[in-house]
């Protein structure tokens, strides 16, 4: 099905590890593609509860867009629109929880990528770079929206206009991975099977809510909450969860 990923379930967990090893992960069109209609499968899979995105056993994450893709196309927006755009709103429309596994390098738009996961754990030497200055570019495809928010603006500007290589220790300190070190995996996969026996629908909605939280006001995000509990209301982990607390047990959650 695909060429430039691959794609495997186990039980309730979709691993989807990019798959370019001799550009280091770049980002061409076709797995931009690819990893959309990965992602899309995960959305219409009910046995799916959550995403584990990563780099697969290289030195690199993703080293960014690929450069030798377009180069004389001078309309990179264009770009942007037809295969960036709707790759990171799906990623922040599904409601299923998406876990970055981040080894090595992030870097340009590979950052953006590990960005636009809800949760990053990484290996304890890899490291995020925002080079685009270092070609005449701003950031794009979501670093400028997601980056203010976890680590503020000036701090954004910082990295942004100097491309400096920021360590995982450093990300860290500013709340923008959950964790590192040399047993990544083991806590990815420590997470990832917390989430497949979790309430899903519950963390959906969460998702949907956090991704308006800065661009509404206190009464819109009420509301919103509001809206998304009555949801919850009507499952059937809402229901289980109740019994459970009141049997003096631990829920069997279906995800749905």
Not at 44 to 67: H, M, N, Q, Y
Not at 170 to 184: N, P, Q, S, T
Not at 210 to 231: D, P, W, Y
Request: include cysteine.
């Amino acid at each position: 099905m695909y060429n430039t990923i691959l794609f495997e379930k186990q039980g309730a967990k979709a691993y989807i590890t990019l798959n370019r090893p001799e550009t280091y992960n770049a980002l061409s069109r076709e797995l931009l593609q690819e990893l959309k209609r990965a992602i899309d499968a995960c959305a219409e899979d009910e046995e799916v509860r959550v995403v584990i995105l990563s780099g697969g056993e290289g030195k690199s994450f993703s080293s960014g867009a690929d450069l030798k893709e377009g180069i004389g196309d001078r309309d990179l927006g264009k770009i942007l629109k037809q295969v960036y755009t709707p790759l990171i709103l799906a990623m922040r429309g599904l409601q299923k929880p998406i876990i970055c596994s981040l080894n090595g390098l992030a870097a340009g738009a590979g950052m953006s990528l590990a960005l636009a996961c809800d949760v990053i754990i990484a290996e304890e030497e890899a490291y995020f770079t925002e080079l685009f200055v270092g070609i005449g570019l701003l950031p794009d495809a979501g670093s400028m929206y997601f980056l203010p928010r976890i680590i503020g603006t000036q701090r954004t500007f910082e990295w942004c206009s100097t491309g400096r290589q920021v360590s995982m220790r450093e990300a860290k300190e500013v709340g923008l991975i959950l964790d590192f070190g040399k047993d990544y995996k083991e806590k990815v996969e420590k997470l990832a099977n917390q989430y497949a026996h979790s309430a899903t629908r519950s963390i959906g909605m969460m998702k949907q809510v956090l991704n308006h939280s800065f661009n509404k006001n206190l009464e819109e995000v009420l509301n919103l909450e509001a809206e998304a509990q009555t949801i919850c209301g009507y499952t059937h982990d809402f229901a289980e969860g109740v019994r459970a607390f009141l049997e003096k047990r631990p829920p069997v959650f279906q995800g749905k």
